[in-house]
């Protein structure tokens, strides 16, 4: 059951990968490599539950939170150009 | 007799989450604009996760792990839109329109 679970993460990753490379926007490749993280995320727990170790499950929560952190800080560098303080935005330093 | 029944709820949740999470990357890649595919991830990221980790809820006994998995789908469920959001308003602000049916070229 989990093996088929994982099987099918694969070909989805693979399926987000796809679009990583022949996506032709920036944004579209930021999506998909937040796409691969989550099944990353995924992987991790059906693998954890797959070798019967529950320990995985901790890594796969703190990889979603840094794969939230992260697509956030790109998102905001592509958007604004730079990571700093939006101060001399004029306001628009919220995502 | 419960033992057979939750496993076979299990099976029927993961096999319904791997099939969400195939159909929304499926979306991600076949949908024509940036706006449409964040809808397909979306819906892979809270739907499919979803089920995946219900799944796998039912197959433990040990309540740190059901724990621990119920965080993991409340991170999800709430980050994934967030991103979604923040991608979309950086994409509009960098210029990009949503696709039109008229932009149609290629598909009949």
């Given at each position: ?28 490749r930021i999506l998909a490599v ?9 992987m991790i727990a059906v693998v ?48 | ?108």
């Amino acid at each position: 059951m989990f093996a088929a679970a994982a099987a099918a993460l694969l070909v989805a990753m693979a399926m987000a990968l796809v679009r990583a490379v022949a996506g032709p926007t920036v944004y579209d490749r930021i999506l998909a490599v937040n796409a691969i993280g989550t099944k990353t995320l995924l992987m991790i727990a059906v693998v954890g539950f797959l070798t019967r170790r529950p320990e995985f499950l901790d890594i796969a929560l703190v990889y979603a939170l840094i794969n939230f952190i992260g697509t956030v800080a790109v998102t905001k560098f592509v958007k604004h150009r730079h990571l700093g303080h939006p101060a001399n935005l004029n306001g628009e330093g919220e995502l | 007799m419960i033992a057979g029944l939750l496993d076979m709820a299990s099976w029927g949740l993961v096999l319904a989450g791997s099939l969400v999470i195939l159909v929304g990357t499926l979306g991600l890649l076949r949908l024509p604009d940036l706006f449409t595919r964040l809808h397909g991830t979306g819906m892979t990221d809270t739907m499919g996760a979803g089920l995946l980790v219900l799944g796998m809820l039912l197959q433990t006994t040990d309540w740190l792990i059901a724990v621990k998995l119920v965080l993991i789908l409340v991170f999800l469920a709430i980050t994934s839109p967030t991103t979604s959001h923040a991608l979309a308003s950086a994409a509009l602000y960098g210029g990009l329109t949503p696709w039109r049916l008229s932009d149609r070229k290629d598909e009949p």
